[in-house]
Protein backbone atom coordinates (compact mmCIF):
# COMPACT_ATOMS: atom_id res chain seq x y z
CA UNK A 1 0.00 0.00 0.00
CA UNK A 2 2.91 2.29 0.67
CA UNK A 3 4.14 1.26 -2.81
CA UNK A 4 0.95 2.97 -4.28
CA UNK A 5 0.99 5.50 -2.09
CA UNK A 6 4.22 7.23 -3.04
CA UNK A 7 3.10 6.74 -7.05
CA UNK A 8 0.46 8.80 -5.92
CA UNK A 9 2.37 11.54 -4.48
CA UNK A 10 5.32 11.91 -6.59
CA UNK A 11 3.07 11.95 -10.01
CA UNK A 12 -0.23 14.18 -10.63
CA UNK A 13 -1.56 12.90 -13.63
CA UNK A 14 -3.68 9.19 -13.24
CA UNK A 15 -2.29 6.27 -14.17
CA UNK A 16 -4.23 5.80 -17.37
CA UNK A 17 -2.71 9.27 -19.20
CA UNK A 18 0.56 8.69 -17.57
CA UNK A 19 1.08 4.75 -18.19
CA UNK A 20 3.75 3.43 -16.26
CA UNK A 21 6.39 5.55 -18.80
CA UNK A 22 6.05 8.37 -16.53
CA UNK A 23 8.50 8.30 -14.13
CA UNK A 24 11.36 4.93 -14.79
CA UNK A 25 13.59 5.74 -11.62
CA UNK A 26 10.35 5.62 -9.85
CA UNK A 27 8.34 2.85 -11.12
CA UNK A 28 12.17 0.72 -10.85
CA UNK A 29 12.73 2.14 -7.29
CA UNK A 30 8.77 0.77 -6.43
CA UNK A 31 9.63 -2.60 -8.04
CA UNK A 32 12.90 -2.87 -6.67
CA UNK A 33 11.25 -2.53 -3.09
CA UNK A 34 8.39 -5.15 -4.00
CA UNK A 35 11.09 -7.72 -4.66
CA UNK A 36 12.68 -7.23 -1.27
CA UNK A 37 9.55 -6.99 0.58
CA UNK A 38 8.72 -10.73 -1.27
CA UNK A 39 12.31 -11.98 -0.56
CA UNK A 40 12.18 -11.06 3.19
CA UNK A 41 8.89 -13.22 2.83
CA UNK A 42 10.13 -15.86 1.17
CA UNK A 43 13.76 -16.20 1.26
CA UNK A 44 14.59 -19.09 3.75
CA UNK A 45 17.70 -17.12 5.34
CA UNK A 46 15.63 -13.91 4.94
CA UNK A 47 12.80 -15.23 7.28
CA UNK A 48 15.48 -16.97 9.68
CA UNK A 49 16.73 -12.89 10.02
CA UNK A 50 13.71 -11.06 10.16
CA UNK A 51 11.91 -13.64 11.71
CA UNK A 52 8.77 -13.96 9.05
CA UNK A 53 7.01 -16.75 7.39
CA UNK A 54 5.46 -17.65 4.01
CA UNK A 55 2.12 -15.72 2.78
CA UNK A 56 -0.73 -18.09 1.75
CA UNK A 57 -2.13 -17.74 -1.54
CA UNK A 58 -5.25 -16.49 0.10
CA UNK A 59 -3.25 -13.92 2.42
CA UNK A 60 -0.90 -12.59 -0.99
CA UNK A 61 -4.83 -11.88 -2.76
CA UNK A 62 -6.06 -9.57 0.46
CA UNK A 63 -2.66 -7.81 0.51
CA UNK A 64 -2.97 -7.31 -3.43
CA UNK A 65 -6.60 -6.46 -3.32
CA UNK A 66 -6.48 -3.87 -0.66
CA UNK A 67 -3.41 -2.31 -2.54
CA UNK A 68 -5.19 -2.41 -6.07
CA UNK A 69 -8.53 -0.93 -3.85
CA UNK A 70 -6.74 2.06 -2.44
CA UNK A 71 -4.48 2.48 -5.44
CA UNK A 72 -8.06 2.84 -7.45
CA UNK A 73 -9.44 5.29 -5.28
CA UNK A 74 -6.07 7.49 -5.06
CA UNK A 75 -6.58 7.43 -9.31
CA UNK A 76 -10.01 8.52 -9.15
CA UNK A 77 -9.57 11.06 -6.94
CA UNK A 78 -6.46 12.56 -9.33
CA UNK A 79 -9.00 12.55 -12.04
CA UNK A 80 -12.12 14.30 -9.42
CA UNK A 81 -9.26 16.87 -8.80
CA UNK A 82 -8.25 17.48 -12.57
CA UNK A 83 -6.06 20.29 -13.38
CA UNK A 84 -6.38 21.92 -10.21
CA UNK A 85 -2.54 21.11 -9.42
CA UNK A 86 -0.55 23.24 -11.80
CA UNK A 87 1.38 20.92 -14.28
CA UNK A 88 5.15 21.24 -13.69
CA UNK A 89 5.54 23.53 -16.58
CA UNK A 90 2.66 25.42 -15.08
CA UNK A 91 4.41 26.21 -12.48
CA UNK A 92 7.67 27.11 -13.79
CA UNK A 93 5.45 29.80 -15.73
CA UNK A 94 3.92 31.14 -12.36
CA UNK A 95 6.95 31.19 -10.33
CA UNK A 96 8.61 33.59 -13.54
CA UNK A 97 6.06 35.69 -13.48
CA UNK A 98 6.33 36.58 -10.46
CA UNK A 99 10.38 37.57 -10.95
Do not use: C
Not at 40 to 68: D, K, R, S
Not at 71 to 89: D, N, Q, W, Y
Request: charged share 15%.
Amino acid sequence: MQLARARQLLVHEPVWRTGLRGNPVLIGMLAAALALQLAVVYLPFAQEIFGTTALTLGQLAVGFGLALAILVLMEIEKALRGRSTPSAPERRQLAADLV
